[in-house]
């Protein structure tokens, strides 16, 4: 794991392997970003002339390699491109991707010092986490030589709350690389049971407890959703409670995470090109995790509580079938239509149980529908909820997070598609357009009265399928989880409420 730190010395002294720069487009060529002023004079302001010689423009993710022939103590100048110099104030997002794209271009270094523009804690906090997300490999399952990411990252920065935020980067950083290597791990090394062994384990290190539920007790508890999706794989399914609280907290938030290790579709089986990366089917579970911890670790004041509904969706014998009747924890029972929709199955029982611990708010997370790709690209969640205020506001706060996410309707005449002949409702609209939001609709049937509810549809954002940019590598990406960090910072402390 990579480690960072604050420094605040002049860059033309410091001893590390490379030295990373920014550098901003202009009209007139590439434009050394501040933070690296000092070091642009030890050329003798020659930096930016170089680099243009050489063709880069420091357009966003660009990346130059200059060696400093022993005019610096540091071996390499690293050039990484800003894009156009802002107005005022970086925005976090252009900060954090240009540190991830110098991250990945430094793997195979020791050490590295980031001498970007990190004017404020904001910033800095920001250049931290962009680093150390971008410095993330899953290499446990590759023999032979390899090159790290590099080991060392040191922010330069005076701003005042440096050192508080970089610590913030680095325990938000960490809980995102768990994330990533559940996403990342093959399915024959991560089923349910497993799944919750981890969970268990990493989460009580981080001082959370810890209930597990195995099928017995989800028998016994009524899970019908859970343990219908479970039952036709060997590997059982689990229902896992995380709890953190807070003497000072006035607010209780709770998440609850779809956590299906490997989805076939079950009998209603997917065609092999669309199961080939179904192990990612885990993400929500992996985020709501990932988050619970991070909320742990930050000490935040405020009640938080993670469920993450695990199961694996296999066909068998012992599968379910369309036409079965599922009894769900909510009551309410479930026509199966499509074994394939199933993460709404195991989510209605998380979300129902989640109800009962008295949530101000309940948000779950899902690698729900391939709507939501047709919808919105691999990039960009839909998030859908039972209040538009709550709505807007976790579109918001995932986009400050620079996860980009858009609030989509759940339009009611889409409810009449989910009328089910035998049972309380169907699992699938029939009629396929609108899927997303169907199944948006679908959980909205099992939130309580009054208990306030949003849905995070992140099918595309969890898993990269195309080339590493910025800080996310390919594969897992650990989308969502610091979104679910910064809601639980918002509903923290008494900001903006008042007591009563
Ligand atoms: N896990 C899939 C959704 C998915 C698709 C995630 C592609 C990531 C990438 C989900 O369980 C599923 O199979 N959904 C079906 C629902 C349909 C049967 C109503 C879908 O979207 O096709
Ligand atoms: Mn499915
Ligand atoms: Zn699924």
């Not at 005076?158 to 093959?186: C, K, Q």
């Not at 192990?279 to 990932?290: F, I, R």
């Not at 509580?305 to 068998?316: F, I, R, T, W």
Request: negative net charge.
């Amino acid at each position: 794991m990579t480690t960072v730190r604050v420094i605040a010395s002049d860059t033309v002294s410091i001893e590390t392997d490379a030295l990373v720069v920014g550098f901003h487009t202009s009209p007139d060529g590439p434009q050394v970003a501040p933070g690296a002023d000092d070091l642009d004079q030890a050329f003798g302001g020659t930096l930016a002339t170089a680099l243009g010689a050489v063709g880069f423009s420091g357009k966003p993710e660009e990346i130059a390699k200059i060696p400093t022939l022993g005019a610096l103590p540091a071996p390499l100048v690293l050039a990484v491109g800003l894009g156009e110099r802002p107005a005022d104030g970086y925005p976090t997002e252009t900060l954090r991707r240009a540190a991830g794209a110098a991250a990945r271009a430094l793997t195979g270094t020791a050490s590295a010092v980031l001498a970007l523009p990190a004017s404020t804690a904001e910033e800095a906090e920001a250049v931290a986490l962009g680093a150390l997300l971008g410095a993330y490999d899953f290499t446990r399952y590759r023999t032979g030589e390899r090159k790290d990411p590099v080991a060392e990252l040191s922010v330069l920065t005076r701003a005042e709350g440096a050192e508080a935020a970089v610590e913030r980067a680095s325990t938000v950083a960490e809980a995102v690389a768990l994330v990533r290597d559940l996403v990342n791990m093959p399915p024959s090394d991560l089923w349910p049971a497993k799944f919750a062994d981890i969970a268990e384990d990493t989460a009580t290190k981080a001082g959370l407890s810890v209930e597990v539920l195995d099928e017995t007790a989800l028998k016994e508890g009524g899970y019908g959703g859970i343990t219908g999706v479970g039952q036709g794989s060997v590997n059982p399914p689990r229902l896992v409670r995380l709890a953190y609280s807070h003497p000072d907290a006035s607010r209780t938030v709770a998440f609850v995470g779809k956590g299906i290790t490997f989805d076939s579709g079950g009998l209603s089986l997917k065609p092999a090109n669309a199961m080939d990366w179904m192990k990612s089917d885990m993400g929500g579970a992996g985020a709501v995790l990932g988050a619970l911890i991070a909320v742990a670790r930050l000490g935040l004041p405020v009640n938080a509580v993670g469920y993450l509904c695990l199961a694996e969706n296999m066909p068998s014998g012992t599968a379910m079938r369309p036409s079965d009747v599922l009894h769900t924890f909510s009551g309410k029972t479930v026509e199966v239509l499509n074994t394939d929709a199933e993460g709404r199955l195991v989510l209605v029982d998380g979300i129902a149980r989640a109800a009962q611990d008295g949530p101000d708010l309940i948000v779950d997370v899902a690698t729900l529908t391939g709507a939501q790709i047709v919808a919105l690209g691999w990039r960009t969640s839909g998030v859908m909820a039972n209040d538009d205020a709550l709505r807007d506001e976790v579109v918001e706060v995932a986009v400050a997070q620079g996860e980009a996410a858009w609030g989509m309707p759940l339009p009611e005449e889409l409810r009449k598609g989910l009328d089910s002949p035998v049972a309380d409702i169907a699992n699938l609209n029939p009629d396929r357009w609108g899927a997303m939001l169907a199944a948006g609709i679908f959980l909205r049937e099992f939130v309580p009265d009054g208990v306030r509810w949003a849905h995070i549809d992140m099918a595309g954002p969890s898993f990269n399928k195309a080339e590493p940019y910025g800080y996310t590598p390919k594969g897992g990406t650990g989308a969502i989880t610091r979104t679910l960090v910064a809601l639980a910072e918002r509903y923290a402390g008494d900001s903006g409420h008042t007591a009563d």
